[in-house]
């Protein structure tokens, strides 16, 4: 039963929506190779198994968001803080873990706005751990030669079962960070040391993801290089693609890295049988216009309107009531209604 509501999930979160001036047409191949490399069953389905599988009441898990740089959008954009913050809630409320964000500190207003708006309050780690009182947050260093030292002290202080990137930009194989049409961002903190050492511990990994240059990608590296737009240059001399090359245990490429991410709580909701697990579409429209208020703008257009990733933040809120619905028909008792005879034995 997982796999077939799983089915459908992938395929909402994967529908297209982006303007041909960008890159476009791409996140059905996208999702046909990655769904092929990690055996064929939907993606979703296997993240949250996964999940649902590594994490017990009281396990930390980290949830690594943060994209977008000043001058475009000093701190961050509109795709990644929510989806965090709806896995948070799923996470909190679904499997009572105690989720973490990990962010650089230039990202942290809109990642702790998004999350308070999900009814998940940022609070200090210890009340978190001992108490339960909502999610943690922990801010990266801004010098990147300290990033290797603190990404294990991180996970020593914490350790984690599961760790969790949304949105969050990796190196390319020249261990640069680019955004997706192949403009380098600086200055910015490559946090993807802590995905390394993640793997070495034999942490669960999940990567969600919508343009090759987000962690996870690197799973289909060598298809990414071949088949994105930017996937062999950028947009200065002597560029080599933006696709990066980190790869997480289980990655779940979506239309809009968030819309990924809600899909990966849907099925949370699913396994836990509980359709409060995934909030509903009026708490994403607060969340979103948390998101927007604190600094998470829109990156294409570098605003604070009401959009994600170009598309309008009602369409979020679609997203979300659509995958309750699949959750709630398809958690509820077998039922024909009144008007389609005996339920067949």
């Known amino acids: 039963m997982p796999d077939i509501i799983g089915e459908y999930v992938d395929r909402l979160v994967t529908v297209e929506m982006r303007n041909r001036a960008m890159n476009h047409n791409i996140i059905g191949p996208i999702y046909d190779r990655a769904r092929a490399e990690g055996g064929g069953r939907p993606i979703s389905a296997r993240a949250a198994q996964a999940l649902f599988d590594a994490v017990r009441p009281g396990d930390r898990v980290l949830i690594v968001t943060g994209a977008g740089y000043a001058p475009e959008a000093p701190n961050g954009e509109s795709d990644g803080p929510p989806g965090a913050a709806a896995l948070a809630h799923a996470l909190f409320w679904g499997l009572q873990a105690v989720p973490v964000f990990v962010t650089e500190p230039c990202h942290a207003p809109p990642v702790v ?7 998940i309050m940022v ?18 260093p801004q010098s990147q030669d300290e990033v290797q030292a603190w ?8 350790r984690p079962r599961a760790i969790v990137s949304i949105e969050r930009l990796g190196p390319n194989e020249h261990g640069l960070i680019h955004y997706s049409t192949g403009v380098r961002p600086q200055p910015c903190v490559d946090l993807s040391p802590l995905f390394a050492q993640a793997a ?3 942490i669960l990994s999940i990567g969600i993801g919508d343009n090759g240059n987000e962690i996870g990608f690197g799973r289909i590296f060598d298809f990414m290089k071949s088949f994105h737009p930017y996937g062999r240059r950028c947009q200065y001399e002597g560029g080599v693609g933006v696709p990066t090359t980190v790869a ?3 990655f779940l490429p979506a239309s ?6 809600y899909g990966l709580c849907a099925m949370l909701a699913f396994l836990c049988r509980r359709l409060d697990v995934l909030y509903t579409p009026a708490i994403e429209r607060d969340v979103l216009r948390a998101c927007l208020d604190a600094g998470g703008w829109e990156m294409r257009y570098c605003t604070s309107r009401f959009i994600v990733d170009g598309t309008e933040g ?13 959750v709630r028909v398809n958690i509820a008792p077998p039922d024909r209604g009144l008007s389609h005879g005996t339920l067949d034995r």
């Open 113 to 119: 706005a998004s999350s308070q708006a999900a009814g």
């Open 123 to 140: 609070r200090d780690f210890a009340l978190c751990r001992d108490r339960r009182m909502g999610a943690a947050l922990a801010t990266s």
């Open 151 to 158: 990404a294990a002290g991180l996970l020593d202080d914490y």
């Open 200 to 202: 070495e511990r034999e």
């Open 248 to 250: 997480t245990d289980i």
């Open 256 to 261: 809009i890295s968030n819309w990924g991410a």
């Open 314 to 326: 009602e369409s979020s809120m679609a997203i979300i009531q659509l995958l309750r619905d699949m």
